[in-house]
């Protein structure tokens, strides 16, 4: 290991001073040699380690074996922490060009990576083996470069999004024929989302496409990453669905949204009666709170009595329960991605927050 050592110093050396250049012929060669697996020529590792332990060896002849064992042992360690730097380095980069993130496990620390809310994954190969799960830590590494690399193809593809909408969609600001279909991935709790939605109104976006949403609630190994995201989740694709079955869809005043849009618009950027932002009172209402404020915003938008006591009874129901799950699935299986918000629009599929000079440009 001592001449593939060599050969890396040698070859940042020739860099800069041509002295170092006549020595890097025969560093390759022996470099090339021991990476083949075949014996390296001893002259070129033994010039290295004389050159070393020559000033040892007239002053305490007695040390330079020990010492020559030591830099063989520090030549190891060198040489396998070159090995896992290059590896950490090709499977981060493969992961922010497949998941927009260098990290897996957690994507919003990638400080790469566009902002956004994670989805939490399965433990990592560090979290595994700080357990002292030798084996599951390597299994899941494995496993985990291996579903990278199987998710390359869908990054080259070019995305669909009429493939993703929901069941009974609704489209920000309502649908216009002509107009290409984007799908965004959001999570009501996630302060990216709500981002989002503002870059959307600044950039004009909706002037060139139609916006509608899958609503996905980000689960963590102790429940829901934000507490009443699956209440507003239910509640959301159970207005969908009865606005499907109504002869005639209610608008939100004085506009032409859908109340399921009303509600988001009143989530993501409005406030509550003491000022608070509305998504961070939300993200810390309990779920009676949670569910009266919902009602509030529904009847803002238009709803009867009649309206919210349909909702309720389809917010619970099989079918609401359904259409989440099929979601899930297509977040996590089909789409796979690790980021809330993405967006799918203009052929691509973006993960993290996108900027309004972004948006702008998609069409």
């Not at 969609?169 to 990216?192: H, K, N, Q, S, W």
């Not at 499907?244 to 608008?251: G, L």
């Amino acid at each position: 290991m001592v001449c593939i050592v060599a050969f890396v110093v040698v070859l940042l050396g020739s860099a800069v001073s041509a002295r170092y250049r006549r020595l890097l012929r025969r560093a390759w060669g022996c470099t090339w040699r021991r990476v083949t697996f075949r014996a390296c020529d001893t002259t070129f590792r033994d010039d290295v380690k004389s050159s070393i332990l020559a000033p040892l060896a007239t002053r305490a002849p007695r040390l330079v074996r020990p010492a020559s064992i030591a830099i063989e042992v520090v030549a190891w360690l060198l040489v396998l922490s070159m090995i896992l730097s290059v590896y950490l380095l090709g499977r981060s980069g493969l992961n922010l060009y497949v998941y927009g993130t260098c990290d897996k496990q957690s994507a919003q620390s990638c400080s790469l990576a566009a902002e956004m809310c994670s989805i939490d994954t399965a433990p990592g190969f560090a979290e595994l083996l700080g357990r002292g799960d030798v084996i599951g830590a390597v299994g899941a590494e494995v496993s985990s470069l291996a579903e990278t690399i199987a998710a390359v193809p869908s990054r080259l593809r070019t995305w669909d999004a009429a493939d993703f909408t929901p069941v009974a969609p609704t489209y920000l600001g309502g649908y216009r024929a002509g107009l290409p279909t984007a799908v965004e991935i959001m999570d009501p709790g996630c302060r990216f989302c709500a981002q989002l939605l503002e870059n959307v109104h600044a950039s004009g976006f909706t002037e060139a496409n139609n916006l509608t949403y899958l609503v996905y609630p980000i689960e963590s190994e102790t429940g829901p990453r934000f507490a009443n995201s699956p209440l507003v989740a239910r509640v959301l694709t159970a207005v969908r669905l009865h606005e499907q079955d109504r002869a005639a869809p209610v608008a939100a005043a004085a506009s032409v949204q859908t109340p399921d849009w009303f509600v988001i618009e009143r989530l993501f950027t409005g406030t509550v009666a003491d000022g608070t932002a509305a998504q961070t009172w939300m993200n810390a209402a309990d779920p009676v709170a949670a569910q009266r404020q919902l009602d509030a915003w529904l009847v803002e938008a238009g709803y009867t009595p009649d309206d919210l006591a349909a909702v309720h009874a389809l917010a619970d129901s099989p079918a609401v329960a359904a259409e989440l799950e099929r979601v899930r699935d297509v977040v996590e299986n089909d789409i796979r991605t690790l980021a809330i918000p993405s967006l799918i629009a203009g052929g691509s599929l973006r993960s993290g927050l996108v900027d309004v000079d972004t948006l702008r440009g998609i069409r």
